[in-house]
């Protein structure tokens, strides 16, 4: 269906279902977050102040002040050095602290390590402090002080918290995944026979693209603990990584028959199914996953999208509407039901749903359909106006408005008016190879071959290898010229670089067609119509049979190509000349 994106995509992958666990909300603790120094006074912590009992002495006074004047102007060196300084005159983590973060923020990271370890030494129980540390010894390849924090981290974790999940997503952001593996090792080789430690390594692998790795230590995971269901997960999401699809269907299948209840591993399968195509079979899991959870939003939200893959939309609609009364994706959901009464047909009802997305990915999308809508309702101002402010308030979508609005106007066979916007734009942007190429199509059906022409080579001059520019002269050329043999080389250029584009396949195949190589000619569009089965192919391959003398079997086949696109320009125009 055309109004759907790739299914998986929009579903979310089994496979990328693997990795998003490792990147969890920063928290206060990661230092590249800190705020620049002259946002200090905004926040509750750290005071720049001693603390209740510090000796405020001269130096210490000194150095903090400095700190802020220098930070306030601008002179992030001074004011982490200076607050530095501080810190080691002070028994107040809070000015450590402070050093530490003006320091990353200035991207000091030696200064940086110094404040951290201050903050420890200051205030050892901390967790906060030994994230900070260890994260900066890891970055300042310190391995062994980093692997020291990381462990007391593993091992003074609170009872409410997943002490490996919060220790990859620190790992996971180290811009040196050797760095990291290298110290998850040896955090494991301190647990060898904790199952989440082999467990977390392997993610970790998964998140480095280390497969084998990866593979080993979630097999090592499981003859920990044999039938863990996130193991058994992962293994399946590395097997289909690795493209071993048969084997992660079948580890899934073995696992669900072994706990037809888990939740998890089913959502799992569905999620597997996807990412294998097999649209139908995720259909009938997420079924499933319905019955146990009627109030879960997301699967509603995966089983409403399936049902539009399959062309049920009537089940599709009730879905969808079922995530309007639940308040889950509602501006999706609204999305979908308008794009679904439009495939119904049903214009007015589709833009009922759509004037109610006001937000969100699918908002520029919406007024796109809708520009659309008014303007095969006759309302072909009310659609220009619409875009109009599209691009007024998106100037970053400009051109794609051009585009948009350029496109809307040739389906209405307002050619003349889509040029002269083409046009307009071409004014200040001269050489946009998009619009340049949009124009010279409206300039071929309007008959200005020499302006078509022109645009064309224009994009060719900007991009010599551009396969569109180059199939669509050749075309033209060929169709509306006698210029048969140089429109051959063009076409050539394009298939050599586009080999499976059925549309430059098409165009070869008219080109031998013009220079009489009637067998060839057939043989190509052949290939290209049983690709699409497109109408104006079909024409093209008709035509060809004529002149072969098999005139039933192209009568045969514009008949079939007539049913299945009724109203297509050139294959009713092609009728009429061989059936007068």
């Known amino acids: ?50 603390a209740p009992g510090d000796a405020l002495t001269a130096p210490l006074l000194y150095n903090v002040l400095l700190g802020e004047i220098a930070g306030q102007r601008g002179r992030l060196d001074i004011s982490g ?19 530490l973060k003006i320091a990353v923020f200035a991207k000091q990271p030696a200064l940086a390590l110094e404040a951290a370890r201050r903050w420890v030494a200051l205030d050892p129980a901390s967790l906060e402090a030994r994230q900070s540390l260890a994260v900066l010894a890891l970055r300042t390849q310190h391995q062994q002080e980093a692997l020291e924090q990381f462990d007391y981290l593993l091992k003074h974790a609170t009872a409410d918290t997943d002490p490996y999940q919060a220790l990859l997503g620190l790992l996971a952001r180290e811009p040196d995944s050797a760095r990291a593996l290298a110290v998850m090792k040896s955090l494991v080789d301190l647990r060898p026979d904790d199952a989440e430690a082999h467990f977390a390594y392997s993610r ?68 597997l199914l996807v990412d294998l195509d097999e649209f139908g079979a995720a259909r009938t899991q997420y079924r499933k996953l319905l019955k146990a959870q009627p109030d879960n939003g997301q699967v509603v939200y995966s ?28 501006q999706q959901a609204y999305y979908y039901l308008g794009a679904i009464a439009e495939e119904q047909k ?70 003349e008016q889509a040029f002269q916007l083409y046009s307009e734009y071409l004014s200040n942007q001269p050489d946009d190879v998009e619009i340049l190429y949009a124009r010279a199509l409206v300039a071929e059906r309007l008959n200005r071959l020499q302006q078509a022409e022109k645009d064309f ?46 549309a430059v396949i098409d165009s070869m195949g008219w080109v ?39 005139r039933e079997q192209a009568k045969a086949l514009w008949s079939a190509a007539r049913k299945a696109d009724p109203g297509d320009r050139v294959l009713e125009d092609t009728v009429r000349r061989y059936q007068r």
């Open 81 to 99: 050095a200076s607050y530095l300084e501080a810190a080691r005159r002070s028994r107040d983590p809070r000015i450590a602290e402070r050093a």
């Open 204 to 271: 970790l692998a998964v998140h480095a693209e280390q497969w084998d790795l990866a593979r080993e230590e979630a097999a090592q995971t499981l003859r920990l603990k044999p039938g863990w269901v996130p193991a058994l997960i992962l293994q399946a999401q590395i097997d289909l990584k690795q493209g071993h699809r048969e084997q992660a269907r079948s580890g899934l299948e073995d696992a669900l028959q072994r706990h037809p209840d888990n939740v998890d591993l089913r959502l799992a399968y569905a999620r």
């Open 1 to 50: 269906m055309k109004f759907l994106r790739t299914v998986a995509l929009i579903l979310g992958s089994f496979w990328l279902a693997a990795c998003q666990q490792l990147s969890p909300k920063p928290t206060a603790t990661e230092p590249a977050r800190v705020p620049a120094p002259d946002q200090a006074h905004t926040e509750k912590a750290p005071a720049a102040a001693p």
């Open 346 to 415: 049903k214009p007015e009802q589709a833009m009922q749903w759509y004037r109610k997305v006001d937000e969100g990915d699918h908002w520029l999308e919406v007024q796109i359909r809708m520009a659309r809508l008014d303007a095969l309702a006759g309302d072909v101002q009310e659609a220009r106006e619409r875009l109009r402010r599209v691009r007024l308030t998106h100037p970053a979508e400009t051109q794609r408005m051009y585009l948009v609005e350029g496109e809307i106007l040739s389906q209405i066979d307002w050619n």
């Open 303 to 330: 089983l409403g999208l399936l049902s539009l893959e399959a062309g049920k939309l009537g089940e599709a609609h009730k879905l969808f509407k079922r995530l309007v009364t639940m308040e889950y994706q509602v």
């Open 457 to 502: 080579r224009h994009v060719l001059r900007l991009e010599p290898d551009n396969a569109r520019a180059l199939n669509a002269l050749g075309y033209t050329l060929a169709d509306r010229t006698d210029r048969y043999q140089e429109a051959l080389g063009y076409v050539q250029k394009a298939l050599a670089q586009t080999p499976d584009d059925p």
């Open 512 to 550: 031998l067609y013009r220079l009489g190589r009637l067998q060839e000619a057939r043989d190509y569009l052949q290939k290209a119509y049983d690709m699409t089965k497109d109408s104006e192919i079909a024409a093209h391959l008709g035509e060809v049979m004529w002149a072969m003398g098999d």
